[in-house]
């Protein structure tokens, strides 16, 4: 069975710009969750999606954004990109009450 | 505040050499405490789950266990394919899934031949 895959794996951009990323779960999984992970704050919950619905929220500006397809791929997306925002950005997909599992990553540096 | 704090930030054993990571969390009604490991460059890899009080778990050379308080990650006898960022996480309260975790920082593991 597939992991989850996450593209693109590399990306560099520059302030001001915007971003879209895109995760595709294991196959049958409905539930995708997306989370920054920098060095001084570890693994941070940005948003999750079920059935297309956002479901959940974390504690992040408007500026990140995301959404879920009928097929369960789902994007998200950063607007006017700051310094601040070059992480690795994890995709992570779940089964309805079941553990998560991520995807490799997208690391986003902002110069 | 909901919170969890791995101990320690760093950790390095000899190859043999047992010993135990810890985590421990003040969250309101735990309903699931995760362990994953994370390798450099890669998302992290799921290990277990553990629910309630007294539950534990076994793979390999580790085992998780859990308190009312905190959990532990018991490696016995670590190999060098054991080096690795242990994170633990628990599911965040008032969401109905689990798919909103709260995470520690991590232990950072290096294991000596």
């Known amino acids: 069975k597939a992991g989850v895959t996450q593209t693109p794996r590399y990306l560099i951009k520059t302030r001001g710009q915007q971003v879209t990323l895109s995760c595709s779960p294991i196959s049958g999984h409905r539930s995708v969750s997306w989370y920054q992970q920098t060095p001084g704050q570890g693994l941070q919950f940005l948003f999750e999606?079920?059935?297309?619905?956002?479901?959940n929220k974390g504690n992040f500006p408007g500026r990140f954004s995301g959404r879920q397809f009928s097929n369960s791929r789902s994007e998200m997306n950063v607007s006017t990109l700051e310094l601040g925002d070059s992480a690795l950005y994890l995709c992570a997909s779940s089964l309805e009450g079941s553990e998560q599992y991520f995807g490799p990553g997208t690391r986003l540096t902002v110069t | 505040e909901d919170q969890v704090t791995q101990s320690p930030e760093a950790l390095r054993l000899q190859e043999g050499e047992s010993s135990s990571l810890n985590c421990s969390y003040t969250?309101?009604?735990?309903?699931?405490l995760f362990w994953y490991r994370q390798d450099p460059g890669k998302g992290p890899e799921f290990l277990f789950t553990?629910?309630?009080a007294g539950e534990e778990k076994e793979k390999e050379r580790l085992k998780a266990t859990l308190t009312k308080k905190e959990s532990f990650l018991h490696i016995t006898a670590p190999k060098p394919e054991d080096s690795a960022t242990y994170l633990c996480?628990?599911?965040?309260?008032?969401?109905?899934?689990?798919?909103?975790?709260?995470f520690g920082k991590g232990t950072k593991l290096s294991v000596k031949p």
């Open positions: 969250v309101s009604g735990l309903r699931g």
């Open positions: 999606y079920f059935s297309e619905t956002q479901r």
């Open positions: 553990l629910y309630s």
């Open positions: 996480a628990v599911q965040a309260p008032g969401g109905g899934s689990q798919g909103n975790l709260i």
